[in-house]
């Protein structure tokens, strides 16, 4: 059974860089049928999809947050990671990694929460 | 961009059958998937591509499309069920999340 965990700090000043790791337990990221992403989630409201990797490192983006997200993938550790630049509290959330395939989001870590403050 | 509407919440009396509906443009021709989430806790898969049961999953969690719509149904409720709900599409290359249904076993 695949297990995600996601790492990183709980706590970001505005206008830094988020960064986040999701590592990969009881399967590889390598599987091509599968796909990593990141969700997140503010406080009492809906779950919002971030974006998602590869094993071969193509990426896809919430058209929203594009222009500050980089997500990627290390098969060597069997991690991916998310990067969002310039941080507002409007992305103070707990954040999600999970797998995806063709059986839709199958796997989801515990979540993190990351409180943007100074 | 694709949107998917749900209602903010459903009630259903303990034992009866509940429906939660998730509606967007043509939503019969994509593959909908539906999460379960309880408070403080991740999304759980509970329903895949339309109607397919995870195995964890009992067999009163169904799942059905039309046109524009699509439905989860949760036969005989229990109180274990009462938790947020999101049905989820793919717009192309991006995922969409519907907002999210609470639903509560009276």
């Known amino acids: 059974q695949v297990q995600l965990q996601e790492s990183g700090p709980g706590l970001v000043k505005p206008s830094q860089t988020l960064s986040l790791t999701c590592t990969v337990s009881?399967?590889?990221?390598?599987?091509?049928?599968?796909?990593w992403s990141w969700i997140r989630q503010p406080a009492g409201k809906g779950l919002e999809w971030i974006g998602r990797?590869?094993?071969?490192?193509?990426?896809n983006y919430n058209p929203s947050l594009e222009s500050r997200v980089t997500i990627s993938a290390d098969t060597s550790k069997n991690q991916f990671s998310l990067k969002l630049s310039s941080v507002s509290a409007a992305d103070t959330a707990v954040y999600y990694c999970a797998r995806g395939g063709g059986r839709g989001l199958d796997s989801w870590g515990q979540g993190t929460l990351v409180t943007v403050s100074s | 961009s694709y949107e998917l509407t749900q209602p903010l919440s459903v009630s259903v009396a303990l034992g009866q059958t509940a429906t939660i509906t998730c509606g967007g443009t043509?939503?019969?021709?994509?593959?909908v998937h539906w999460y379960q989430q309880k408070p403080g806790q991740a999304p759980v898969l509970v329903i895949y591509r339309d109607t397919t049961r995870p195995s964890a999953i009992p067999e009163r969690f169904s799942g059905s499309t039309s046109r524009n719509t699509a439905t989860l149904t949760i036969a005989r409720a229990q109180a274990g069920d009462e938790a947020d709900y999101y049905c989820q599409v793919w717009d192309i290359s991006t995922a969409v999340f519907g907002g999210g249904t609470k639903l509560t076993v009276l």
């Open positions: 043509n939503i019969g021709n994509k593959n």
């Open positions: 009881g399967g590889s990221i390598s599987t091509v049928s599968n796909y």
């Open positions: 990797v590869y094993s071969n490192g193509d990426t």
